[in-house]
């Protein structure tokens, strides 16, 4: 039997099935890198509409996490998106240097605490510790596709950035927003440094629970002769120490109960917990309004010192006892009450968590040997009620994760009432889109509970903050003439400058106390919360940058940065320049594991990008970061990656298909819409329809449905139907034939715009796609530098062939069921042994008689034939013999003596000359 496969059109391409991502894709960078495509695509769109998306500093302290790549890559997607529909599109891409995280990593590295190091050596060190991991993170986000100013990033450690950090704070204290005060903050007793609330996160912790007792001294108030107790309800034994009152709700019912023989008051809503506790009745005696309690004294339970019953609305009914231990220095709502009761601040805490000058049964113990000495004391002298551990969420330090304690220190803060200043943020939050919507609640929820921001740090590493204090009275003062005499000398020599230089390099000539009209100061030591110093962001870059705009349109993070970066770049930007730095907020969740768990180390489920990119390539993590819903948590696993593999083989595989089909076509040989097959006008019809919607996709933000129409698409309406179909047309018939001729037409159309609509997302196989096909229309060099609109035809959207076509397929699903039923009962092998006959009337009839030979192609059998009667299908065996060209079964096979083999079409084919090479050519 004669083989006349090289008489065939085989496809051919570069293009291969296996991708070895891996290895193509440093190659692809590589090319990137030799064009400037970054800097191509600016020069491009030069002049054209701007979009800025203004890039959230990591820290530079460590390698990047999977975290970093999901934010980074749906980051790169939207510029590349908005770079191809024609618009300016720069990005500058920064590092938080400063602050604790870097600090906190390089002690660890040296093994060193900050008591152990000189200011200014330590500085050096972070700085370059700093700057090595941007190096480092950088060549880890080229590696991963993002298209940036990787020549000029911006780094909150370089003296023009800093510059711009410490004239806002010009501003701020210049406008009256800026005050120093005692008050109880967060406090990192490892770390020791004050915390801002978003440097603060919740873990589960083990904590001690007491009941104590508070015995009342002036018991005359009641009508009971034997002593009488207020019982409270603590988890931090060691604040004990520092308490000076009790507080109660004014408007809450209390009882005074018989318990273990010892007469007792709490809230009536938490008598029944406490019985169920101790398994025991109380015995009511008498009821009162808390607000009937106030002024009563009370005797501290372990301490020569009396403690006061006052009034507080914070107290509540739904945990404890409704008696509150008060410890100003120790809690926010707690100092809140020192102005109306003139309660004392005790803070006997240092800033290592160490209790000095206090009482020597305490002196230089942590929390939580105090704690236990505390327990020990109570159960000692009889006012333990009841002692139990219990498990709770406990605020820790972000960094160190150890757990925190609320400490009164002098500190600079924020007021964020001042000048109605959390209203104003609360109605800018209105204005502001936010993906997804429920970002807006959640940030008007944390601005309406947020207090006073804490700005100052105990730290080494960061911008310092330019107070003085005065020598001659001890005022610390912070002015606008000082810092921006200070700022100035900041952008020329960096703010390590602070510590190398005289103070009265910092001073105005002029300058003198304004309490006590001294000239001699000193430099005060704390620097800035380095939230301030990302927050600045948009006056040190986005306003400072030529090439970008203010404000910017998109600010994209972590949902996290709700309380971080988004409410800090806020609440400057709003007092500074009136309004919000942002248009829009997108933001996206946090990456956990296959079954919901976050990543740790612990769990040993922690994926990291670098490990991805080696054993599949950075394009699989690009097609995770776009292929999930990201306004939820982010699932990845290595069966999550061996899927998205799978997927992405198929989106390969489609492409290949078309290219290897297109090896003999240029644009130049393309059919005039009209000229082509009514199959092929519906494919471009259809591909048309969905290249509208993926962009409108695009435009939304919907990675997640992009990549699920363009899947679709490739396995469905491509895969699936057309390029099943396409077939016998592309490889057997003669290959400068029209209907060849018309199906390569309808590819290249095909390509153009997929190629088009993956390229922001499967960047490296969109442009090695682009490489391996010559005969681009108009070849530019990248596939980036076409856009959306270019070659874009609206009116190839045929609604009356798409709806004709609905019709055409419904049937095809019909047909194919009966060709597989037929198949099952050993009538027929493939289905190109099949003849097709379908009954039908009145106008249906003629609709599908008109479609006959159509028909045959779209059920890739060897006959179709349409006649009238009510509607059936039937699948009989194919008459004739099996053509070993083009495989269709023909009466005709056999009638030919010199090709005996083959069907009338084939031999024609064949006698036209090899193929109609030569005579075509």
Request: include cysteine; aromatic fraction near 12%; hydrophobic fraction near 35%.
């Amino acid at each position: 039997m004669k083989d006349y496969k090289n008489t065939l059109n085989l496809p051919s391409t570069s293009f291969s099935m296996r991708a070895n991502l891996k290895d193509l894709e440093p190659k692809i960078l590589g090319y990137w890198e030799k064009i400037g495509i970054y800097y191509r695509l600016r020069e491009k769109n030069k002049g054209k509409k701007k979009f800025i998306l203004h890039d959230g500093p990591p820290y530079a302290n460590g390698p990047i996490h999977i975290g970093h790549a999901l934010n980074k890559i749906l980051k790169d997607i939207i510029i590349k998106f908005k770079f191809m529909q024609g618009e300016d599109a720069p990005f500058i891409c920064g590092w938080d240097c400063h602050g604790l995280p870097v600090e906190h990593s390089l002690l660890k590295k040296l093994n060193q605490t900050k008591h152990d190091v000189e200011v200014v050596d330590f500085r050096e060190k972070a700085k370059n510790f700093a700057l090595e991991f941007v190096e480092k993170q950088k060549k880890d986000f080229i590696r991963l596709g993002v298209f940036s100013d990787w020549d000029n990033p911006y780094l909150t450690l370089h003296p023009e950035y800093e510059y711009g950090v410490v004239k806002l704070l010009a501003q701020l204290v210049e406008k009256g927003y800026i005050y120093r005060g005692l008050k109880p903050v967060n406090w990192c007793c490892h770390c020791e440094t004050a915390l801002a609330e978003a440097e603060v996160e919740y873990l589960e912790k083990e904590s001690h629970s007491l009941y104590v007792f508070f015995k009342v001294l002036d018991k005359e108030k009641f009508s009971f002769k034997d002593d009488i107790y207020f019982l409270i309800w603590t988890t931090t034994p060691w604040t004990l120490i520092s308490n000076v009152a009790v507080a109660v709700h004014p408007k809450f019912e209390y009882v005074l109960v018989k318990l273990r023989n010892k007469l007792v008051i709490l809230v009536k809503d938490r008598l029944a917990s406490l019985e169920e506790k101790l398994n025991e009745k109380a015995e009511i005696l008498e009821s009162f309004l808390g607000e009937e309690l106030e002024g009563i004294s009370l005797k501290h339970p372990f301490l020569e010192r009396n403690s006061v019953v006052v009034l507080a609305d914070f107290v509540s009914a739904s945990q404890g006892t409704g008696c509150v231990h008060i410890a100003p220095g120790h809690g926010e709502e707690d100092f809140s009450l020192t102005k109306k009761y003139n309660l004392k601040i005790i803070m006997p805490v240092d800033e290592k968590g160490k209790f000095k000058y206090v009482d020597e049964r305490f002196e230089d113990k942590n929390i939580e040997e105090t704690s236990l000495r505390v327990i020990e004391e109570l159960k000692n002298n009889g006012n333990l009620l009841y002692y139990e551990k219990i498990t709770h969420l406990y605020p820790h330090c972000w960094r160190c994760k150890t757990p925190i304690i609320f400490r009164a220190t002098y500190q600079w803060f924020l007021n964020v009432d001042y000048f109605n200043l959390r209203e104003r943020l609360i109605e800018e939050v209105k204005k502001v889109k936010w993906i997804p919507p429920e970002g807006e609640a959640r940030m008007r929820s944390m601005i309406e509970e947020r207090p006073d921001w804490c700005l100052s740090r105990q730290r080494l590493w960061g911008v310092p903050i330019p107070a003085v204090r005065c020598k001659n009275c001890g005022a610390v003062i912070l002015e606008k003439e000082i810092i921006e005499k200070t700022a100035e000398i900041f952008r020329k020599e960096g703010s390590d400058s602070w510590f190398r230089k005289e103070i009265k390099e910092f001073i105005p000539s002029h300058f003198l106390c304004p309490h006590c009209k001294g000239k001699d100061f000193i430099k005060e030591k704390d620097i800035l919360d380095v939230w301030f110093e990302s927050g600045a962001s948009f006056l040190s870059v986005v306003k400072s940058h030529p090439e970008l705009e203010f404000p910017s349109h998109m600010y994209l993070e972590g949902s996290d940065q709700h309380r971080g970066w988004f409410q800090v770049s806020l609440i400057p930007a709003l007092i500074s320049e009136g309004r919000a730095p942002f248009r829009v907020v997108l933001t996206h969740g946090f990456v956990v594991d296959e079954e919901g768990r976050k990543m740790s180390k612990s769990l040993g489920n922690v994926i990291s990008p670098q490990e991805i990119i080696k054993s599949y390539g950075a394009e699989i993590l690009r097609l995770w970061c776009a292929y999930t819903d990201y306004t939820e948590d982010v699932k990845i696993s290595i069966n999550i990656l061996k899927q998205l593999a799978d997927i992405y083989r198929k989106i390969r595989n489609t492409l290949r298909f078309i290219l290897g089909n297109l090896c003999d076509f240029s644009p130049q040989k393309k059919l005039d819409y009209f000229s082509l097959r009514e199959t092929d006008r519906y494919i471009i019809a259809k591909t048309t329809c969905f290249y509208k919607e993926v962009i409108k996709e695009y435009e939304k933000f919907n990675f997640y449905k992009v990549t699920q129409k363009i899947f679709n698409f490739c396995n469905l309406d491509l895969s699936s139907f057309y390029l099943d179909i396409l077939k016998d047309r592309l490889y057997t018939y003669a290959k400068k034939s029209k209907e060849r001729l018309s199906a390569q037409t309808a590819l290249y159309y095909i390509l153009e715009r997929l190629v088009k609509l993956i390229a922001p997302i499967l960047s490296f196989t969109a442009e090695e796609c682009f490489l391996s096909f010559p005969g681009w229309e108009k070849k530019k060099e990248s596939i980036y530098l076409y856009e959306f609109e270019e070659n874009f035809c609206p009116e190839y959207e045929d609604k009356q062939i798409l709806e004709k076509w609905k019709e055409i397929l419904l049937l095809r699903e019909s047909v194919l069921k009966e060709i597989e039923r037929r198949r099952e009962e050993g009538l027929i092998g493939s289905s190109l042994e099949a003849e097709v006959v379908i009954y039908a009337e009145g106008e249906k009839f003629y609709f599908l008689r008109e479609y006959e030979d159509i028909l045959r192609e779209v059920f890739i059998v060897s006959s179709v034939k349409v006649k009238e009667g009510a509607f059936s299908i039937e699948v009989n065996k194919a008459k004739g013999s099996k053509c070993s060209r083009c495989w269709n079964y023909k009466e005709e096979v056999g009638k030919d003596k010199e090709f005996p083999q083959l069907c009338q079409r084939c031999i024609s084919i064949i006698k036209g000359g090899g193929n109609e090479n030569e005579k075509n050519s």
